[in-house]
């Protein structure tokens, strides 16, 4: 499984692709929102610039037309871009046009196989289950990230499944388990992942073992 940062802050993108383990990007208004009054187009470039793959950024649109005339200038920010579209009918429709043209479509705000399903036929390159978002309201959010990748696994279909709304550590596993070909987490929950106190307790028993004989902590003569 492959990881992508759910974030639009710069320095957290840059530590992410440092530490060598995120892939991708993806961003939505919420999360641009939190930047401030930025220039939309110009973060975005900058995203694509310092990342090593996908960067999704959203439409604003409802409508197909709209979805689609600006999907058509996202995509000409960054060869790296992918249009985040939500799974709606409009959507749908905006999806199959786009994705006859070569443009990447990451179908966003999806909580159903049968979204999935036909975000999948209308050619998304990503589709994205929002997990955290589903098991709010008591449903299974994982159950749809399993059921999807089977299904796109079963007909041999190329769309992909980035498992969204990540909200802690715990989604990461489940997500792996299910099959999930990405999962986007929050720069906090990528933090967490490399957390354990044994491994803190462990540095620190080695290094208090090693001064102990030798007197210092290093082991390449200066
Ligand atoms: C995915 O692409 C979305 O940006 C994101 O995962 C939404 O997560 P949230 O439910 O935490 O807002």
Known sequence: MRFFLDTANVEHIKHGVRLGVISGVTTNPSLVSKEGEVNYQELVKEICSIVPGPVSAEVLSTEAEGM???????????????????????GIEATSVLSKENIKVNLTLCFSFNQAMLGAAAGATFISPFVG??????EDG????????????????????IASSIRH???????????????????????????????????????????????????VSR
């Open 133 to 138: 978002r589903l098991d709010d309201v008591g």
């Open 142 to 161: 994982m159950q749809v990230v399993a059921e999807v990748v089977d299904y796109l696994e079963h007909y041999q279909l190329p769309s992909q499944v």
């Open 68 to 90: 689609i005339l600006e999907a058509r200038r996202i995509a000409m920010w960054a060869e790296n871009v992918v249009v985040k579209i939500p799974a709606t009918l409009e």
């Open 169 to 219: 550590t715990q989604h990461c596993l489940l997500a792996a388990r299910a099959g999930a070909h990405v999962a986007t987490v929050p720069y906090k929950v990528l933090l967490q992942m490399i957390n354990h106190p044994l491994t803190d307790i462990g540095v620190k028993r080695f290094l208090d073992d090693w001064r102990g004989i030798f007197g210092n902590t290093t082991v």
